[in-house]
C-alpha cells in the first residue's frame, strides 16, 4: 500500500515501465535516426562555404531541383482534386465493388516502389498498353516530365485519401442536412459547408503527398529518361555523385533535401496541431 | 433527408469517374505486372523465379525482413507505450522523430548510413581496421531497412492506445498484476490487430526498399542482391520478362498486404457492431 501511495503522491504514474520504455525508445531513436546524420554533417564539415555553394547551385543540381519541385506539385495537386473525389465517393455512397475499391486505394504504399516503376515505364514507352494508344496522339508521357509527375502522383496517392476520409466520415449527417432544408445548391453546400470542415485534413494529406513526391527514387528513375538538365531527380543526382565517388557533392545536395523535407515536416505537424487544438477547444 | 450529392445524377458521376480513374491508375498497372510476368507462360515465369540469382534474392530478401520485424516490434511497442502512457516533457518531440524516415528521401537515408559506417565514416574507419564491413554487405541492407520501416508498428499503435487510454492496465497494477503480468493479459489482447498490422505493412515496406538499399548493398548479383535491386538489374539488362517475375512475386506480397488489412479491418467494424 505504501508503495502504490507513494505512486499517487508523486506523480499520475501509476502503469511501471516508464524507465524501460524510456530507455529503449530514447537509445534507438539516438541510435538509428540521429547518428546517422551526424555522419552527413561531418562529411559537409570537409567542404568551404565556397565550395557548398557551388555544389548545391550547380547548373545540373539547380535544374534537378526545379524538375523535382514543379513534378512534385502538379502531382500533389492532381491528388488534391483526385483523393478528395476518392474519399468522398468511398465515404458517402454505397455501390458494388466499394469494399474492393477501398483496398485498391493503399496499393501504391504496399507495392514496392521499383515494381511501380517498372511497370508504369513499361505502360507508357511508346510499346505500352498505354503508350501505344497516346503516343500517336501526340501526348509522349515516358521519359518526359509529365512520367516524373505521374510516378510521383502513383505512389503517393493515398495519403490524400487517407487524411481525408477520417474527417469525412466523422462529419455528422446534421450538418449537410441543414444545409440542404436551408435550401443551398449542392455546388454551394458542399464549398461552404463541407470544405471548411475539410480543408485541414486536405491540405494536410496533399502536403505528405509533396513531401513523399519531393523524395520518391524508385518509381520515378525507370520512367523518367533521366536525361541531364531535362528529366533528372534531385535523389537520383544524389545517386550519381555517389556512383562517381564524389561523397562531398553527394552530401552537400542531400543536405538540402534533408533540410527541406524537415522543414516541411514540421511545418505539417505544427499545422496539424494547431488545428487538432482548435477542433478540441484548446485541449488537443 | 436528402444529403450533399445525393441527386441520381451526381452520385452516377462522380462514382463512375472515381471507379475509372481507379481502374485506369491504379488497377491497370497491377494487372500489367502479372500480364507482363507470365506473358511468355508459366514456364518462362517458372524459370525466372528459380533462376540461382533469384533464389538467392528472395532468401535474403526474407531473411533482412524477418530480422528487420523484431526490432520494429520492440521498438514500436516501447514507444508507443511511452508516448500513450505517460505524460513528460518532450513527448511531442519523440512524436515527430519518429516521422523522421517517412520524410527522408530513401536515397538520403541509405546514405547518411554510408557516410557514418562506410570505409571513410568515423564509425566505418574504426571498424575498417578490425575488419569489420557493414556497408555493401547484408548488415548495411539490415540497418537501412531498420531506419526506413521502424516508424510503422509506432505509427498503428500510437492513436490506438491513445484512444484506449489507460484504465484497464491501471485496474490491474492496482489490484497488484506486475508490470509484465499487465502488458501481457490486458494491453496485448486489446492492440493485438494493430500490432499484427504494424507488423503487415513493416514487412511490405522491408521487402520492398529499393532507393535506401541500392545506396548500400553493392548489388552483387548473388551476394548482397535483395529482390528489387535483381528486378532492377534484369530490367536494365533488358529481360523485361524475367524482371516481371520478381516484380510479381513483390506485387503478391503487395496484395496479401491490402487483403490482410481489408480483413482486419472488416472484423474490427464487425465488432463495434455488435458491441
Request: glycine share 8%; charged share 10%.
Amino acid at each position: 500500500m505504501s508503495q502504490l501511495a507513494f505512486w499517487r503522491s508523486g506523480s499520475t504514474r501509476v502503469l511501471p515501465g516508464f524507465g524501460l520504455s524510456m530507455g529503449i525508445s530514447v537509445l534507438f531513436i539516438s541510435l538509428v535516426l540521429l547518428l546517422p546524420i551526424t555522419g552527413l554533417f561531418g562529411q559537409l564539415a570537409n567542404l568551404s562555404l565556397a565550395e557548398y555553394f557551388a555544389i548545391i547551385t550547380e547548373g545540373r543540381v539547380v535544374a534537378s531541383y526545379m524538375v523535382t519541385i514543379g513534378a512534385a506539385a502538379v502531382a500533389a495537386l492532381v491528388n488534391a482534386v483526385f483523393g478528395l473525389l476518392l474519399a468522398w465517393v468511398l465515404v458517402r455512397y454505397e455501390f458494388p465493388g466499394k469494399r474492393l475499391l477501398d483496398a485498391l486505394m493503399d496499393l501504391p504504399f504496399a507495392l514496392p516502389t521499383a515494381v511501380a516503376g517498372i511497370t508504369l515505364a513499361t505502360l507508357y514507352a511508346g510499346n505500352g498498353w498505354v503508350g501505344n494508344i497516346i503516343e500517336p496522339m501526340g501526348f509522349q508521357v515516358a521519359y518526359t516530365w509529365v512520367g516524373i509527375a505521374l510516378a510521383m502522383a502513383f505512389t503517393s496517392i493515398p495519403f490524400v485519401v487517407r487524411t481525408v476520409q477520417p474527417v469525412l466520415e466523422d462529419l455528422p449527417a446534421e450538418v449537410d442536412e441543414a444545409a440542404m432544408s436551408l435550401g443551398a445548391t449542392d455546388g454551394v453546400a458542399f464549398r461552404r459547408v463541407i470544405m471548411p470542415h475539410l480543408w485541414p485534413a486536405l491540405v494536410t494529406g496533399t502536403g505528405l503527398a509533396f513531401v513523399r513526391s519531393l523524395g520518391e527514387f524508385g518509381a520515378i528513375i525507370f520512367i523518367a529518361g533521366n536525361m541531364p538538365y531535362e528529366t533528372e531527380i534531385t535523389a537520383l543526382m544524389i545517386f550519381v555523385k555517389l556512383q562517381e565517388y564524389d561523397y562531398a557533392g553527394a552530401s552537400a545536395i542531400a543536405s538540402v533535401v534533408l533540410f527541406v523535407s524537415l522543414a516541411l515536416l514540421l511545418a505539417i505537424n505544427i499545422w496539424q496541431g494547431r488545428f487538432v487544438r482548435r477542433l478540441h477547444g484548446g485541449k488537443g | 433527408m436528402r444529403r450533399i450529392g445525393d441527386a441520381p445524377i451526381v452520385r452516377r458521376l462522380l462514382i463512375g469517374a472515381a471507379l475509372l480513374l481507379s481502374a485506369l491508375f491504379l488497377l491497370l498497372p497491377l494487372v500489367a505486372i502479372f500480364a507482363q510476368a507470365f506473358s511468355q507462360g508459366v514456364a518462362v515465369f517458372w524459370a525466372n523465379v528459380s533462376n540461382t540469382f533469384t533464389l538467392h534474392a528472395i532468401g535474403l530478401t526474407l531473411v533482412i525482413a524477418l530480422m528487420t520485424i523484431p526490432i520494429c516490434l520492440v521498438f514500436g511497442v516501447a514507444l508507443a507505450w511511452l508516448v500513450t502512457r505517460f505524460s513528460f516533457p518532450g513527448r511531442r518531440i519523440l512524436q515527430t522523430l519518429i516521422d523522421i524516415p517517412f520524410a527522408v528521401s530513401p536515397v538520403v537515408a541509405g546514405l547518411i548510413y554510408l557516410l557514418l559506417y562506410g570505409r571513410n565514416g568515423w564509425i566505418g574507419s574504426w571498424l575498417d581496421t578490425h575488419d569489420i564491413q557493414l556497408m555493401f554487405a547484408w548488415p548495411g541492407i539490415l540497418m537501412v531497412t531498420i531506419f526506413v520501416t521502424c516508424p510503422f508498428v509506432a505509427r498503428e499503435l500510437i492513436p490506438l492506445m491513445q484512444a484506449q487510454g489507460s484504465r484497464e492496465e491501471e485496474a490491474a497494477v492496482t489490484l497488484g498484476a506486475s508490470g509484465w503480468t499487465t502488458f501481457w493479459r490486458v494491453t496485448l489482447p486489446n492492440i493485438r490487430w494493430a500490432l499484427l498490422y504494424g507488423i503487415i505493412l513493416t514487412n511490405a515496406r522491408a521487402v520492398g526498399e529499393f532507393g535506401a538499399v541500392s545506396v548500400v548493398s553493392g548489388a552483387i548479383r548473388g551476394q548482397t542482391n535483395t529482390l528489387p535491386l535483381h528486378l532492377e538489374q534484369l530490367y536494365q539488362d533488358y529481360n523485361a520478362v524475367g524482371a516481371f517475375a520478381s516484380a510479381a512475386l513483390l506485387a503478391l506480397i503487395a496484395l496479401l498486404t491490402l487483403a490482410a488489412k481489408a480483413g482486419l479491418e472488416w472484423r474490427a467494424s464487425r465488432r463495434e457492431a455488435f458491441s
